[in-house]
């Protein structure tokens, strides 16, 4: 059954940096993310992620 392409988000990494302040305490500041796409294949490994499965 042939249907339209489904594209996974692979990996989602949220860039968290744990700055010191001056009282000693440990400050967790968001500096970014970062998306990659694959395509999704029936025919590949063992899948784990996030799909889009809304037909483009």
Excluded: N
Excluded at 30 to 53: A, I, V
């Amino acid at each position: 059954m042939a249907s339209a392409p489904v594209w996974c988000i692979q990996h989602f990494v949220i860039v968290l940096e744990t700055i010191p302040t001056k009282a000693g305490i440990q400050k967790v500041a968001w500096t970014g993310f970062r998306l990659e796409f694959t395509p999704y294949s029936d025919t590949g490994p063992e899948w784990h992620g996030l799909c889009d499965t809304k037909a483009t």
